[in-house]
């Protein structure tokens, strides 16, 4: 009878050591796929999800960790990225626990990757219909700038009410002359619902419209899982005739790379230095190829 | 058989009932105006309106006189939405020719129709308005929310409102926190205008103002009354008001409707006991 | 109960009584009309007359609602010939009546505080069913006709006169003739000259075909204008005929 079972128990669990493939046992790995399976179905909905204790603290990428745990299969190939690093110390981290608990092989290129985990950027080339990118969310509710109360929140997003949202950008405009939200700029998701798109500058944002790629969201503190399909619309949110700018810094290059065309960020110091926030994408086009 | 075509009604309310808590017959019997009450002496509910009739048309004002407890605002919010409504109807022309119920519509239908097809001014600015937006911004919520996604049209849509309710334009920025209240009450008219509604409730719209500037805002709404051929109900305890604003009138005392008249008929002929109480009170 | 009309007529007081019900003061009764019964036709200016609460203005305001009416019937012919009885239609058929077919004219003016004069008339006319600019040039004619300075076209109405109030109310409420004309004192605060000019705007109104019902403190005016007086006692007809005949009788009953 115990072989029985033991046997059953091997076929359907697989490795019998005391970590199961990707840490996750198969009754999580089981609701987090059907959460991502809801959210896929309907594009930008927020969807609860029972968040597991993880081996990193909450708000450290704990819900990004989930989703990527509950799609990874042992023929992926997996990239961390922590600000465009691959080297940031949430990165490694990350990437370890990962590898460690999966076996699978990791890498620093985007196109020999089959799933992105990052927090904060999207990487500038190389994500294709292969792609999973999973996106780590700090909070993953747009309108809680303007709505405190969380029923009225459900039913601002039931309705598709977003009046106050709206406003909100109308007096951003009128104060500052320009909208001024420059990362997490709210999105509205194939023409229905409004998401965040955590801290992830502007100049990423287009890379979500119409993408080859599946951009899932997770909030790990929120308990959260939302999704933006292949192909799918995502158009920030803007009036017709405030055009939605992306960050330029005129005349900043990258200091290693040459480059002007990629995300640059500042580096502090007596001169100011600009370097590419991609650090992948940098090597590969240092000297100025592109 | 009638002669005389009176313009048809593009809001009509038909034997609304409003209780709290549970209620028979009796309860019914045992309230209202001849009872002095609205309190069911056995369950303790309370009749707050009930058996309320009445249609008003394009470019005409109701007025519905009462003091505090008759059931005039309960009306007018179970019109409004704000309130569920025990039994009856209310349709408006532009809903289906008319032929539908709104009292039997979802919520969320209910609170589409607010966006354009029915406004509310309220008696405490505050509750129509978000104090920490701009006036402007405030005016920016219904449009968006009737799908206007142009910067520049909704600034120019919001100070047309605006300058028409006479606020001054150099204030179009400000937050309405820093308004006084007459000010605040005209941005609260500018507000629900936005998507020129065929009909709005106004719920003491004068009240708590001083009478020099209530004096105004009543003429300002008179005017816009008229000038967009609105359908409005006014819910005053103020004769001043409803002589003002409205041709017709019903007076409510303890839910129930008491009197219905010209206004200029219930003021100078009131026949209710309760009606006369009021006008002879308001008179003195 | 035989409805037989004379196409003349246009208004047809039958038997009109009015009782006030005084609730706050123990329920007493006022009696106001005791069973009126006259007729106004098309042309006529019948003037009212009598002794202060023998129920003119009573009776006036009566046939127009503002005073509901205890019983009787009130018959009007409307424009295109029939007859309705006022009494019974709803208060929305008697509103539109009021903005259309039947004029009031009284020595009040509730102006709005800000309504200028040529606003004020200009309204009444759009209430006829005119349009905005036609209105507007009616307005300009009549005020003209009763004297108003084009300099108080723009002004607020609620700061003149009270004599330029009631020239602004003959105004707006002649603009275009009405089939029924109801004057309650409407030149009581005028002087000697304006008074002129309103006289002979109301007697125009009669040759146009309007039928005119009127409470005139002023005999004089009476005289001039009126096509039949009609006595009132005590809430009833109590004689009447042509103003030279009733008014006599009127100067010696007051000796």
């Known amino acids: ?290 | ?284 | 109960m035989t409805k037989k009309f004379d196409p003349n007529m246009v208004l047809d007081v039958r038997k009109l009584y009015k009782e006030f019900i005084l609730h706050t003061v123990d329920g007493r009764t006022v009696e106001a009309l005791n069973g009126i019964s006259l007729t106004v036709s098309a042309g006529e200016h019948v003037a009212l007359a009598g002794t202060s609460g023998a129920g003119k203005s009573s009776l006036l305001k009566s046939i127009y609602r503002t005073y509901k009416p205890t019983s009787g019937e009130v018959w009007f012919q409307l424009l295109d010939g029939t007859f309705v009885d006022l009494v019974g239609l709803t208060d929305a058929e008697l509103a539109t009546l009021r903005g259309t077919q039947i004029g009031y004219v009284s020595q009040f003016l509730r102006a709005a505080p800000r309504r200028s004069t040529l606003e004020i008339v200009t309204k009444s006319g759009m209430q006829r069913g005119m349009d905005i600019s036609t209105a507007r040039e009616a307005a300009a004619v009549a005020l003209k006709k009763l004297n108003l300075d084009e300099a108080l076209w723009d002004v607020s109405a609620s700061v003149l006169s009270g004599g330029e109030k009631q020239r602004i109310n003959l105004a707006a409420g002649t603009i275009s003739p009405p089939r029924l004309l109801l004057l309650d004192e409407p030149v009581s605060a005028l002087d000697p000259s304006n008074r002129e000019a309103a006289l002979e705007l109301i007697d125009t109104l009669t040759h146009q075909g309007v039928a005119v019902l009127a409470v005139f403190h002023d005999i004089e005016a009476m005289e001039r204008l009126a096509t039949r007086v009609v006595v009132l006692q005590h809430g009833v007809v109590g004689y009447e005929g042509s103003p030279q005949q009733t008014l006599a009788k009127l100067a010696g009953v007051a000796r």
């Open chain 1, 1 to 290: 009878m115990t072989t029985l079972l033991n046997q059953l128990l091997d076929e359907t669990v697989g490795d019998t050591s005391d970590v199961p493939f990707a840490l996750l046992d198969e009754y999580s790995k089981r609701e987090i796929r059907r959460a991502i399976l809801t959210a896929v179905a309907v594009p930008g909905y927020q969807v609860p999800f029972g968040s597991r204790e993880m081996p990193v603290a909450r708000g450290w990428g704990s819900g990004g960790l989930q989703v990527t745990l509950g799609v990874v299969g042992p023929l992926d190939t997996i990239k961390v990225i922590d600000q465009g690093d691959d080297q940031g110390v949430n990165a490694v981290n990350l990437r370890r626990l990962i590898v460690s608990s999966t076996g699978i092989p990791e890498t620093t290129v985007a196109a020999e990757s089959t799933i992105v985990q990052t927090r904060h950027r999207i990487p500038e080339d190389g994500l294709d219909t292969e792609h999973i990118l999973v996106l780590q969310v700090p909070v993953p509710e747009p309108l809680r700038g303007v709505e405190r109360d969380m029923r009225e929140l459900a039913r601002m997003h039931a309705e598709a009410d977003y009046s106050k949202m709206w406003v909100s950008l109308y007096e951003d405009r009128v104060r500052n002359g320009v909208i001024t939200q420059s990362t997490g700029y709210p999105c509205l998701v194939n023409g229905r619902y409004v998401i965040a798109t955590t801290p992830i500058p502007r100049w990423d944002i287009p890379k979500l419209d119409n993408a080859p790629f599946l951009s899932l969201f997770g909030a790990g503190r929120e308990k959260r899982i939302y999704a933006v399909p292949p192909h799918t619309k995502v158009e920030p949110l803007t009036f017709d005739d405030v055009p939605f700018e992306v960050e330029q810094t005129p005349g900043a290059t990258c200091f290693r790379c040459t480059s002007s065309m990629s995300f640059l960020v500042e580096i502090p110091g007596p001169v100011s230095r600009w370097v590419c926030s991609d650090t992948d994408w940098c090597e590969r086009h240092e000297g100025g190829l592109k």
């Open chain 2, 1 to 284: 058989m009638n002669p005389i075509t009176t313009p048809e009604w593009v809001l009509k309310v038909d034997g609304l009932g409003k209780v709290f808590g549970p209620f028979t017959d009796e309860s019914i019997a045992k309230t209202g105006s001849d009872r002095g009450t609205s309190k069911d002496p056995t369950t303790g509910s309370i009749v707050a309106a009930w058996d309320v009739s009445f249609e008003v048309a394009a470019g005409e004002a109701l007025g519905v006189v009462g003091e505090s407890g008759s059931g005039k605002s309960t009306v007018m919010r179970c019109i409004a939405g704000d309130q569920s409504t025990s039994v009856g109807s209310v349709h408006l022309r532009t809903i289906d020719g008319g032929n539908t119920n709104i009292l039997h519509m979802s919520a969320s239908a209910r609170r589409q129709l607010r966006i354009d097809q029915i406004a509310v001014v309220y008696q405490d600015p505050a509750e129509g308005l978000d104090l920490r937006v701009t006036a402007g911004g405030n005016i920016a919520a219904p449009l968006t929310a009737a799908g206007l996604r142009n910067f520049g049209a909704i600034r120019h849509r919001a100070s047309e409102l605006l300058s028409r309710t006479e606020v001054p334009l150099n204030r179009m920025d400000d937050v309405v926190r820093s308004f006084s209240g007459g000010m605040r009450q005209r941005v609260q008219l500018a507000k629900a205008l936005a998507n020129r509604p065929p009909i709005v409730l106004l719920d003491e719209p004068t009240t708590g103002l001083d009478a020099s500037v209530a004096a105004g805002v009543l003429d300002l709404i008179r005017g816009l009354l008229e000038e967009f051929g609105l359908a409005a109900v006014v819910v005053s305890h103020d004769f001043s008001v409803i002589e003002m604003l409205t041709t017709r009138c019903i007076v409510m005392n303890h839910g129930r409707v008491v009197e219905s008249a010209l206004t200029d008929q219930l003021l100078e002929d009131p026949h209710h006991p309760y009606s006369q109480k009021l006008v002879s009170a308001a008179r003195s």
